[in-house]
């Protein structure tokens, strides 16, 4: 309704009207369509150029100060006149009196749009306050049929953080929970029907440290994961403990693999020594701890129901134990998928299948994918040769994923799927979707999207070296909660300090990952994070918790804001801010194109920069009484917007300090 009011400013200018001749344009939720679509329009009566073709190339300006649009004239490929001199010509043709842009600004080629200052106050704050939890978000991108409101929605399955059963969560993990979360916030917040899944399948990749610490306790030739279940049931059988196991089962179950993992490299060393003086060391071999795991493990995969029973109930703990992690982060996950959930059958039919269609042949007993043979050139070269199965009989992670992935689609039937894991396995996911892609499922594979990341440099734990999600959160709450004490007199008003210290431990960590481009490495640095001066998610959480008080403070009800007069707002600051607020429904769609969460994490900034620096120009205590209630209400709704930014991000936008 704001919109509709909005676009009668403009002669013949309706909102079914814009719908009709912009089909992904959607004013009624985001203003700037609105804005794009009559800039279009005007432009195209001066120029003759098609609506169509202008409306893409309205591009975003770097800074409010070039501008909220910019058109490059060269990008309307008009031949025989300059650009700079149609750029002038069309400029003089502006309409001098535009409802709702001021006369464009040139630079060479390029032209610059403001919007006019009363047009947008009037309708963004209403818009925004009426919207609230929802404003930015866009249903539409997510159906079937965006054209269509009761088309169906798409559905996605994200798959992310996915540490493994009883084993370290380490910074891969960490950074796939973060990203990965908020990839499923985004898609859920374009309309699509998102599947939050969480995958266990073990795998030999992780960051330096945890690989190296897997080394160190198992030697360099790891073989199969499979049989590592084998050994951590084998370490419970002989020295688990119940209670222990009860009260914090990853730590435990941990504890005794290192453990178990310890006695087997000395026995090993045992055998190797006397190998080397020549005695036999066929009884040594066959009761050793090695064997006796790979024993076990067979009694898995023939499918045991006494060790599959003890299998799920460790897992189930663990499970059980990250998801009260998990919800500290504000995450939820609609399934955990892992080993038990691929059948061995399921296993064996698609070995069949690669081999009757030529994808995989057999060496030795063992099953490989040969990529050269299929793809000619470096495509092939790239991917090389890998094994599915060994010659014992046991499949590895890469048939497990292949599997997996075929599973999921019969269940889901979905229509896009994210992983969201470290860039170490960029391979393995690259094999993979090239496997379903070589049986044939050229459809299927086009629909999988590998998310990567880089590495996070110098994390470790006041405990030492082996991280879990825990201690990560906790270190970080104790440092945080340190900074917070330095400045005694703010502490002495936070209501409970360690809740606060919590939440605000989580954002730094968050948004210190979300900072950079996904791919780039960083380096883990607790002091800058935790800090409240620079671009940190303390600053973020403070800049939003001063706009709660401030609302605290003047003591206006709802009414009173929503029957503010908005014209009073008329200072170049004021309107700066309601013009970073038109922007965020833009953003969230941007960042569906880049699904990098820096897109979002510079725009709050971008945007929290603006803010602060109109405290001084834009008091609201102390105000004449309509002035107040007007300057109130855009500061409410940057918070709202704020506060919608930071829950996509997953971080929990604190009331107070
Ligand atoms: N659990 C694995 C790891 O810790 C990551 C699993 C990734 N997902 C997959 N479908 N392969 O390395």
Not at 429 to 435: S, T
């Amino acid at each position: 309704k704001v919109m509709d009011e909005l676009a009668q400013r403009v002669d013949g200018l309706t909102i079914a009207g814009i719908a009709q001749t912009y089909p992904n344009a959607h004013p009624e939720i985001n203003p700037l369509d609105l804005y794009r679509a009559h800039l279009s329009d005007v432009l195209s009566k001066i120029s003759g150029v098609d609506t169509s073709i202008i409306y893409p190339v309205v591009m975003w300006t770097q800074s409010l100060d070039k501008g909220d649009f910019v058109v490059a004239v060269p990008a309307l490929r008009i031949k025989g006149t300059k650009p700079d001199v149609l750029a002038q010509e069309w400029a003089e043709k502006f309409p001098k009196d535009d409802p709702l842009f001021k006369e464009p600004v040139l630079s060479g080629h390029f032209m610059s749009f403001f919007i006019k200052g009363e047009p947008l106050v009037q309708s963004i704050i209403p818009m925004v306050r009426q919207a609230e939890k929802d404003y930015g978000k866009n249903p539409f991108t997510g159906l079937h049929d965006p054209t269509d409101p009761s088309s169906d929605k798409k559905r996605i399955i994200v798959e992310f953080s996915s540490p493994n059963v009883a084993k370290p969560f380490h910074a891969g993990h960490l950074r796939s929970t973060i990203i990965g979360s908020f990839i499923a916030n985004l898609y859920e917040a374009s309309g699509w029907d998102v599947v939050r899944m969480n995958c266990q399948f073990e795998s030999d990749y992780g960051n330096n440290e945890a690989k190296e610490l897997q080394m160190l306790i198992m030697g360099p030739d790891l073989g199969d994961w499979g049989k590592q279940y084998g050994l951590l049931a084998l370490a419970y059988q002989r020295n688990g403990d119940e209670e222990a196991l009860q009260k914090n089962p990853i730590d435990h179950l941990f504890k005794l693999y290192v453990q178990i993992n310890a006695e087997m490299s000395a026995e090993k060393e045992v055998i190797e020594a006397q190998k080397k003086e020549g005695k036999d060391v066929s009884v040594l071999e066959a009761n050793s701890l090695d064997e006796q795991a790979r024993q076990y493990f067979k009694r898995m995969t023939d499918r045991d129901e006494e060790v599959l029973a003890q299998w799920k109930r460790f897992r189930d703990l663990s499970i059980a134990r990250y998801k009260e992690t998990y919800s500290r982060l504000n995450i939820h996950f609609d399934e955990f998928s892992g080993e038990s959930q691929v059948a061995e059958e399921f296993m064996a039919k698609i070995a069949d299948e690669m081999k009757a269609k030529n994808v995989s042949r057999e060496d030795n007993g063992a099953v490989l994918v040969d990529f050269t043979q299929h793809l000619p050139g470096k495509a092939g070269k790239r991917l090389g040769t890998t094994v599915l199965r060994k010659r014992d009989g046991t499949a590895l992670y890469l048939t497990r994923d292949v599997c997996e992935l075929l599973g999921r689609h019969k269940k889901y039937n979905f229509d896009h799927m994210i992983y969201v894991v470290a860039s170490q396995q960029d391979l393995h996911l690259q094999q993979l979707f090239q496997i379903i892609e070589l049986l044939g499922y050229e459809d299927i594979a086009k629909k999988c999207q590998h998310i990567n990341f880089g590495m996070v440099l110098g994390m470790s734990t006041r405990k030492g070296t082996v991280k879990f999600l825990d201690d990560i959160l906790k270190d970080c709450a104790d440092h945080m909660h340190e900074t917070m004490r330095k400045n005694n007199e703010k502490y002495a008003q936070i209501e409970d300090p360690v809740a606060t210290a919590d939440i605000l431990g989580i954002s730094s960590v968050m948004v210190q990952d979300m900072s950079g481009k996904r791919i780039n490495n960083y380096t883990f640095n607790m002091d800058a994070m935790t800090s409240f001066e620079g671009d940190t998610g303390p600053y973020l959480q403070y800049a939003h918790a001063r706009l709660c008080s401030i609302r605290r403070r003047v003591e206006l009800s709802d009414a009173d804001l929503n029957s503010a007069n908005f014209s009073l707002l008329k200072e170049e600051h004021a309107i700066n801010i309601a013009r970073m607020l038109s922007q965020w429904p833009d953003v969230l769609q941007n960042t569906l194109k880049t699904l990098e969460p820096a897109t979002v994490l510079t725009y709050l900034f971008k945007m929290t920069h603006v803010i602060s620096s109109s405290y001084d120009h834009l008091k609201v205590v102390g105000s004449e009484a309509e002035l107040m209630k007007a300057r109130m209400a855009l500061y409410d709704a940057a918070r709202t917007t704020l506060a919608n930014g930071m829950r996509i991000l997953g971080l929990t936008p604190l009331e107070s300090r």
